[in-house]
């Protein structure tokens, strides 16, 4: 059966927890995240470790945001462990996403607007004024002129950010919730049917999974939710 797409944030205290819920989820999902958590405590051997002997797809989620010659020195250093993403901030500007995608010419780059976080009241509080969609939009479209070849949006958005930019490049989203499940500290959240049904290619789902007493089927369940989902809209 074609791995669901699902990219399980594998935010692990410790290596062996994360290769562990690497190898029980990788049969049904068709990549694993890495974030800052582990690649902070372990480095680039992390890479390898959750790899396994399945090679499943590794997203790299640093979320780089500095001047444009320090990100582009960045994604040249992680661009040889051969993440299939890698993420930058869009709010870093049109120079510094170039710089990334120049940087890494066979990881595909993905700007991340707003982060899922973030409410409409936050976003007031540091300056962004207006509803959350039109900052994820304009920040978008900005991203994919600079060479973005995918995006980072909630799934709230991500109906809007696909009419702005098109059918060829890839909406991630995150802040993804199963029916009644917590929302934690996500502030813009949907079901992972509503995301794909919106336009996502690729679901972010985290806690929801490696909080389950068994991830392996945590991530079958949903995988086979959003088949169902495909075969009868
Ligand atoms: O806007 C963003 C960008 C990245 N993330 C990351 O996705 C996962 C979500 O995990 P859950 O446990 O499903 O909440 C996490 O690794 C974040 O760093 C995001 O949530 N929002």
Redesign the pocket.
Known sequence: MTPAPIAV?L?APDLETAARWAALVTPHVSTV?V?LELYLRYGPDVIASVRGASGVRVFL?LKLHDIPNTVAGAARAVARLKPAILTVHAAGGPAMIRAAVEAAPHTQIAA?TI???LSEADLGRIGIGGRPEDAVRRLAVLAVEAGAGAL?C?PREVAAVRAEVGPDITLIT???RPQGADS?D?ARVATPEQALADGADLL?????ITGAADPGAAAAGIAAALRRKIVTP
């Open positions: 944030a935010d995240k974030g989620d991340v982060l899922t976080s980072v909630s995150p802040g993804v934690q996500q972010v789902i985290g806690r929801p």
